[in-house]
Nanobody, 124 residues
Framework: QSHFVESGGTLVQPGESLTLSCEAS????????VGWFRQAPGKEREGISC????????NYLDSVKGRFTISRDNDENTVWLQMNSLQPEDTAIYYC?????????????????WGQGTQVTVSS
């Protein structure tokens, strides 16, 4: 069964950094763009970044631009999200999913094979 497995979420203090992993299982990641989303309690899931299949085209939500970096290694079948200068408002469950293109990357219904998510909590 093909799916993603997210990992790396934990409790950190404001200003700290964290790297999340999104590993594809049961399929080859090389043909797909991958998006990272997050969902805070009581809020809708929001798209925060997307990387195309070759890693050349990358999108970021304005609120994370300059702090978060998405990257991928198709040989390792994994996409990462490096998050710096984390703030309490970054607290959420973080998810990854696949799509074909990063156009309209914040639109959740163009994605499939969502992972189970990993919890990131930023608190002092």
């Amino acid at each position: 069964q093909s799916h993603f497995v997210e990992s790396g979420g934990t409790l950190v203090q404001p200003g700290e950094s964290l790297t999340l992993s999104c590993e594809a299982s049961g399929f080859s990641l090389e043909y797909y763009a991958v998006g990272w989303f997050r969902q805070a309690p009581g809020k809708e899931r929001e798209g925060i970044s997307c990387i195309n299949s070759s890693g050349i085209k990358i999108n970021y939500l304005d609120s994370v631009k300059g702090r978060f970096t998405i990257s991928r290694d198709n040989d390792e079948n994994t996409v990462w999200l490096q998050m710096n200068s984390l703030q309490p408002e970054d607290t959420a469950i973080y998810y990854c999913a696949r799509t074909y293109y990063c156009n309209d990357y914040t639109t959740t219904n163009q994605y499939e094979k969502w992972g189970q998510g990993t919890q990131v909590t930023v608190s002092s």
